[in-house]
């Protein structure tokens, strides 16, 4: 199966659960969502997808100075990004039951 289209769908979802366990920069969110197994996901996706977050509030950002290279752009959740979270996890939750079901039962 393709699981591009299927990432389209929680990309938001997984970006905030990442940057709730603690804050990040693009890169790092990236190699984190991959260390979690969401091996196929792309830079310019994630990048997209911090920017779309941080313009609708679900995202603060802060620059951290660095000795050895460019300045980092560091992503945390705000307190809407965290209400978005929860109703998301819900929903996965409940969609993820539901196919789970629906697949056994197809057996």
Request: glycine residues 12%.
């Amino acid at each position: 199966m393709d699981s591009t289209q299927l990432l389209k769908g929680v990309l938001d979802l997984a970006v905030l659960a990442v940057v709730d366990d603690e804050d990040g920069y693009g890169y790092d969110v990236v190699r984190r969502l991959r260390a979690g197994g969401l091996d196929d996901v792309g830079d310019a996706s994630v990048y997209g997808t911090l920017r779309r977050l941080y313009a609708a509030g679900a995202l603060t950002s802060y620059v951290v100075p660095s000795e050895s290279g460019p300045h980092r752009k560091y992503y945390g959740i705000t307190p809407a990004g965290r209400d978005q979270l929860k109703t998301q996890r819900d929903d996965w939750a409940h969609f993820s039951t539901t196919v789970t079901n629906l697949l056994q039962g197809a057996r």
